[in-house]
């Protein structure tokens, strides 16, 4: 198992401190009514997917969650400043305006989807982990959903499936400890997520999701398990959100200490503090770096965003159903 | 008569059944300690408590089928899904439980179960959360479906709906949990059956429900100011079983009609209100039957093309104008 290096540990603090910057500008274009819709966000659990996909080869393995979703996308690959023209619902948006936060999707970068039913992406990573058994590829099928989608049937059956058929899928489950309002031990008979899975006869480990190296070395040998053909693994991260569950969650079901001891461990600082005391970066270095992000952000993103087109009313229809597909009037050799 | 907001018309008919009756529960996700997502059942987890107002798992068709269970040994529930879309998933037991226990068990068992849901389109909440689904409901025998189109109605139906020895779906709108209307002080309980004029006129019917009522509403408003037609507006709060008799009625009354769903076109409440127009009074009919429905399109997100696909008063304004040649 490999650790992290000091060049890795650099790309992967601006990548989560950008995820964090491009989800808090996400919030602010909300608040100026520029994104409408619900709109969930991710500041607090960057570790989690970025651990797993550093360890994954993005871009090449499926991946696919819930609505909560724009920085899986961008991790896959999808050009940020195509997510921010999605969630403007813009013509050049990863779904070309029609989809919104909840449903970004970049089939280029194998990111398979964002969905809004809380475990609906289930069974669908493993009927790609079918496909992908079937065609014989070495790609794998990550799924990330939340804690409370287990309570979904669609959890059990799905993990059922997954062992009997032997399939390439990594369930991560990224455990916040919350569904909407609802605190977990008001939901769920079993706190700890990866104790649900030994009904199902496959490897469930559960780590800190906060720190990042933590998250790689896990899902390294998750990803390796996996890839090697031995069947599915269940990964659960525990970790929290910072913001409310989506921008219209007033948040006021959670203590204000539990949130402090969370702030203590925000995934991005942990990586800041821990590369500042080795000596790999200074406090001016990650305060340029912050402030070359936002400029990014800003002039490469939400720029791209507002000035975008809007989608013609005349295309309402299109992408209903397939065009000129030869099967569909007859006459097809 | 008290002015009342939507929601606050359905907290009320929660709280004066719990308080009457016991057996008479709520459950749904994020029903209890949070008072629910639309407010439906705020401070009912304070007078009431857990074992009645229960936060649920998000199981939805688990626990729907918990709620339709209990309801076999007398127990009274009212279940809420957070979104009409969820309702998918508890298709099973809605339309497998619920609708066909009395009938296969001969009329032994009962399924006296409400379940309320808000439909309908709202502001970019994308496809997975904008669904309107009355006409799936409406296809199941068995079922009573029923959508209020004001406080009033809210209130009054899901009384009867408690009291009603039948499974009850109730399909409210995202949209409209804010809207004040009046509603009586005293109990009051809505017919499941029936359909209502809300505005009375000789010369079109337009036919409403649920928010596509408050489009016919408008509308009527612009014909008859600009355009000297004296259009009638019937609420077809219970959508099944339909009022046949109303129907006929208005149309025997003013021999055209225009039906306006939120919904798309295809097996939907205009589709099944103009055959029940040609079964019962064909011969009335003055011109053709017309429907205002959207688009077939899965909603998209974009807000301009949310708009678009979706009609409003503007568009039955239109319809009427052609209908009468204008
Ligand atoms: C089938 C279904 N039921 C209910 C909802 C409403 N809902 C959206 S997110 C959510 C909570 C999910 O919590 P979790 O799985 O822990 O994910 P998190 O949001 O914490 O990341 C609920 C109840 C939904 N979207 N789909
Ligand atoms: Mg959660």
Not at chain 2, 154 to 162: F, Q, T
């Amino acid at each position: 198992m490999s650790q992290l290096s000091t060049a890795d540990k650099k790309r992967l603090l601006r990548s989560m401190l950008y995820a964090r910057r491009f989800e808090e500008r996400c919030y602010e274009a909300y608040v100026e009514r520029k994104i409408g819709g619900f709109l969930h966000l991710y500041p607090g659990q960057e570790a989690c997917a970025h651990g797993v996909l550093a360890a994954a080869k993005a871009g090449h393995d499926y991946v696919i969650t819930g609505y909560r979703d724009h920085v899986h996308a961008i991790l896959c690959g999808a050009p940020p400043r195509e997510v921010m023209a999605e969630l403007y619902g813009k013509e050049t948006g990863s779904s070309k305006g029609r989809g919104g936060s909840m449903h970004i999707f970049d089939v280029r970068y194998r990111f398979m989807g964002g969905y809004a039913l809380v475990g609906g992406p289930f069974p669908l990573a493993v009927g790609i982990a079918k496909g992908i058994k079937m065609k014989g590829g070495d790609e794998i099928s990550i799924c990330f959903l939340g804690d409370a989608a287990n309570n979904q049937g669609s959890f059990h059956e799905s993990l059922n499936m997954a062992k009997i058929w032997q399939l390439p899928v990594l369930f991560v489950c990224e455990n916040n400890l919350y569904g909407i309002g609802t605190r977990i031990d008001r939901s769920t008979a079993v706190l700890d997520q990866y104790k649900r899975v030994c009904g199902y006869d496959m490897p469930a480990k559960q780590v800190d999701g906060q720190d990042i190296e933590v998250v790689y070395q896990a899902a390294q040998e998750a990803v390796n398990y996996v890839r090697s053909g031995k069947g599915p693994y269940f990964l659960e991260l525990k970790t929290y959100r910072y913001r409310g569950h989506s921008m219209s969650d007033s948040n006021a079901y959670r203590a204000k200490e539990e949130e402090q001891e969370w702030a203590r461990r925000d995934p991005v600082l942990i990586l800041r503090d821990r590369m500042i005391k080795a000596g790999d970066m200074t406090q001016d270095d990650y305060s340029a770096l912050d402030k070359e992000i936002i400029d990014e952000i800003e002039n490469g993103v939400i720029k791209f965003a507002e000035e975008s087109p809007e989608p013609r009313v005349e295309e309402l229809e299109k992408y209903v159903l397939a065009e000129n597909d030869p099967y569909v009037r007859g006459g097809a050799k | 008569m008290a002015d009342l907001m939507y929601w606050e018309a359905i907290r009320r008919a929660h709280d004066e059944e719990m308080a009457r009756d016991p057996l008479v529960i709520c459950m749904g996700e994020d029903i209890g300690v949070a008072g629910g997502t639309y407010k439906a059942t705020q401070g009912l987890y304070d007078k009431y408590g857990p074992e009645r107002v229960i936060d649920t798992p998000i199981s939805e068709n688990g626990y729907t089928g918990v709620g339709i269970g209990a309801s076999f040994v007398g127990v009274r529930p009212i279940i809420e899904i957070m979104s009409v879309n969820f309702a998918w998933l508890a298709m099973d037991q809605i339309a497998n439980s619920a609708a066909k226990v009395r009938y296969m068990s001969g009329g032994q068992l009962t399924a006296p179960v409400v379940i309320r849901t808000p439909g309908g389109t709202a502001h970019q909440l994308g496809a997975q959360h904008s669904a309107r689904m009355e006409k799936v409901f409406m296809g199941i025998a068995g079922l009573r479906v029923v959508t209020p189109s004001n406080p009033k109605q809210a209130y009054g139906l899901i009384k009867s709906g408690v009291r009603c020895n039948d499974p009850v779906f109730i399909n409210e709108h995202e949209l409209m949990y804010n809207m004040k209307g009046e509603v009586p002080d005293g109990e009051y309980f809505h017919p499941l059956e029936g359909s209502e004029v809300a505005r009375h006129g000789k010369d079109v019917t337009l036919f409403g429900y649920n928010i596509s009522v408050h489009w016919c509403l408008q509308a009527a408003d612009v014909l008859s100011k600009q355009h000297g037609i004296d259009a009638e507006v019937v609420d077809l709060y219970a959508l099944s079983p339909l009022d046949r008799a109303g129907i006929a009625e208005s149309v025997s009354k003013t021999h055209r009609a225009v039906i306006v769903e939120e919904a798309e076109p295809m097996v939907g409440v205009g589709a099944e209100v103009m055959a029940i127009i040609n079964e019962e009074c064909f011969f009335e009919l003055d011109a053709a039957p017309v429907r205002v429905s959207a688009a077939t399109v899965p909603i998209p997100f974009n807000r301009t093309l949310e708009k678009a696909t979706i009609p409003n008063a503007n568009d039955v304004v239109k319809a009427v104008l052609k209908m009468f040649g204008k």
